[in-house]
């Protein structure tokens, strides 16, 4: 299992794609390729390549480089012609917008390794077919005892024997050269290696290596737990309506990952983000998403709150107050703060006009506080409010108060 490579955005980067045909590393120099990868946008942009024995060498330049995000690889064979077939790579790399953000090993010219498998529509050879294409002549039995194989020691017996299935991107990375392999297998992989290297490539206690993978499996965990992040949720004026974007990030440990499902309110979602068209009203937005087996779930809500109206009237009774001719107030889930209000003749009353949700405790200015008359209640065309009136009529001139 390999890492998602995080690259800051605006350097060029060099891709090189190590590819299997039906799991055997061979030469696609005589092959009709296109490469194409996809920006977090979806937009698809061809690359050049340049090809040498199974692998595929490419640049993507800062100049095409549009938006931050993970980006996917998909090499074309014989593409609109007969045998046409292709192999992804879902999740090549990521781009970040700042470089204290980039994976640990990242360089100033970074390069993104992968592997991949393509699968042709017609058998392909066997290893042993390409070791004869290759030069080799002895028999395949040679071919094989030359590769360390071995009979069980009682044919009769198969159950002695031990075959290890390997994945198509182990079988990769066994092909690539040793530099390159090691710097690729996983901590389990080289656990595995050594293993087999101990054993002569007989394992005569399986049992032990599943509890050791389970034990691992455990850790891994523990560790690195899986956990989302989301956002796109908010506070907004009641009688608006709003396109809301949910979006979310996936971390193992502290690592970004590409999410095998998500889901916001058990709807499927593509990609890590989800626009909600025109919502009106309060609304709490679920993400699930799944990877390797493990879930993770978070939520972000979208609140939608009355403005509130402080100022000074002539009125000095709410019944006969018309509120929004106050001055409207940021959008907010208190009324506690700070205000600088303005009254422009003498005699009016200062008045405080909440929704009904909310409570005005005790008001002040320059320390001192401001005798208030009990709540009353007022309505706009919109919601139901509280409003309070100062006991006394107000100066004419600026007033800055606190309210708690």
């Known amino acids: 299992m390999s890492m998602l490579q995080k690259i800051r955005i605006g350097k060029d980067i060099s891709i090189e794609w190590y590819i299997l045909t039906n799991g055997i590393a061979l030469s696609l120099e005589e092959k009709e390729l296109k490469l194409e990868i996809t920006t977090p946008l979806l937009k698809k942009i061809a690359l050049p390549i340049t090809v040498s024995g199974n692998r595929i060498n490419a640049e993507f330049p800062a100049k095409l480089q549009k938006a931050t995000g993970v980006y996917s690889l998909t090499l074309w064979e014989n593409i609109g012609k007969k045998g046409q077939t292709c192999v992804d790579r879902c999740s090549a790399f990521s781009l970040v917008s700042r470089t204290c953000q980039e994976s640990c090993w990242i360089t100033d010219t970074p390069c993104v390794t992968l592997c991949g498998n393509l699968f042709a529509g017609v058998r392909g050879e066997s290893a042993y077919e390409a070791a004869l294409r290759n030069g080799y002549t002895g028999s395949e039995r040679e071919w094989l005892e030359s590769l360390g194989y071995e009979e069980s020691k009682n044919p ?166 018309p509120i929004t001719s106050l001055d409207k107030q940021s959008v907010k889930t208190s009324p506690a703060g700070t205000y600088t209000l303005n009254n422009e003749k003498t005699g009016n009353y200062m008045w405080l006009c909440v929704p009904s949700s909310m409570i005005v405790n005790r008001v002040t200015s320059s320390g001192f506080d401001i005798p208030m008359e009990a709540q009353q209640e007022g309505s706009t065309s919109v919601d139901t409010y509280k409003c309070y009136r100062s006991s006394s009529q107000i100066n004419e001139g600026q007033v800055k108060i606190v309210i708690s």
Request: glycine letters at 6%; one cysteine or more.
């Open 156 to 321: 009769d017996n198969p159950e002695e024997t031990v075959h290890i299935e390997l994945t198509q991107e182990q079988l990769i990375l066994l092909q690539l050269p040793a530099s390159q392999a090691a710097a690729s297998l996983s901590a389990l992989g080289r656990k595995l290696e050594c293993v087999l290297e101990s054993t002569e490539g007989v394992v005569e206690n399986i049992e032990e290596i599943k509890k050791y993978e389970e034990r691992l499996s455990n850790v891994e965990k523990e560790v690195f737990p899986l956990s989302v992040s989301v956002t796109g949720g908010g506070i907004f004026e009641k009688g608006t309506s709003r396109d809301i974007t949910v979006q979310w990030t996936t971390r193992k440990g502290s690592e970004e990952v590409e999410p095998d499902s998500s889901t916001v309110n058990d709807i499927p979602a593509e990609g890590n983000s989800m626009v909600f068209n025109s919502v009106n009203n309060d609304t709490t937005y679920k993400v699930v998403v799944t990877k390797d087996g493990l879930t993770a779930e978070s939520s972000t809500s979208a609140r939608f709150i009355s403005p509130m109206y402080f100022g000074f009237s002539e009125a000095d009774n709410a019944s006969i107050l």
